[in-house]
């Protein structure tokens, strides 16, 4: 019973760690996604935004 305890209570440790750094990756990647919905924007599909911005530089 004790070795459950030690294993609950380092899980418990990983995830205070883990679960900001997620809410911030997750963030960052949310505010870096350009087809939001709810934007407003021109109305014109990926395949007409993509030829206006030029070639990819990947």
């Known amino acids: 019973m004790g ?3 030690v294993s609950l209570l380092i899980l ?3 995830a ?3 679960i ?3 809410i911030r990756v997750l963030g960052e990647a ?3 996604n350009p087809n939001q919905p ?3 924007g021109s109305g014109a599909s990926e395949e007409e ?3 206006q911005s ?3 530089r990947g």
């Open 54 to 56: 030029g070639p990819n």
């Open 20 to 22: 900001p750094i997620l």
């Open 3 to 5: 070795i459950a305890i």
């Open 16 to 18: 205070i760690v883990a």
């Open 49 to 51: 935004q993509s030829q």
């Open 38 to 40: 709810g934007e407003g």
């Open 12 to 14: 418990l440790v990983i």
């Open 30 to 32: 949310a505010g870096r």
